[in-house]
Nanobody
């Protein structure tokens, strides 16, 4: 499964962005979809996850209430709506498919190339 993220960019604090993750070469609907991010000099951290079957979502505490993930399996696309962005949200955002929304990814997880989000005045 090949994943391509889009929608990143530069935004002022308090602004919004919507990231998209589009899959090709297979059906995204068979997998859970994770969002991760990594800031320069920091460890990768989980942001959100949406299950493949009932669309149950989970969020990191740092983004709870500000970010919303959704998916449209018919379009083979997932989304990350990010509102009230903060400078600490800056980083490269990745979408990842895997068998479930577990804390540890399986060896079969597929990664996108990432999209850069910069939150700055």
């Amino acid at each position: 499964l090949r994943l391509v993220e889009s929608g990143g960019g530069l935004v002022q604090p308090g602004g919004s962005l919507t990231l998209s993750c589009t899959a090709s070469g297979g059906s995204m609907g068979n997998y859970a979809l994770h969002w991760f991010r990594q800031a320069p000099g920091k460890d990768r951290e989980t942001v959100a996850c949406i299950q493949y079957n009932d669309a149950t979502t989970t969020y990191a505490d740092a983004v709870e209430g500000r970010f919303t993930t959704s998916r449209d399996n018919a379009k083979n696309t997932a989304y990350l709506q990010m509102d009230n962005l903060k400078p600490e949200d800056t980083g490269t955002y990745y979408c990842v498919t895997d068998f479930g929304c577990t804390t540890r990814l399986s060896p079969f997880a597929s990664w996108g190339q990432g999209t850069q989000v910069d939150v700055s005045a």
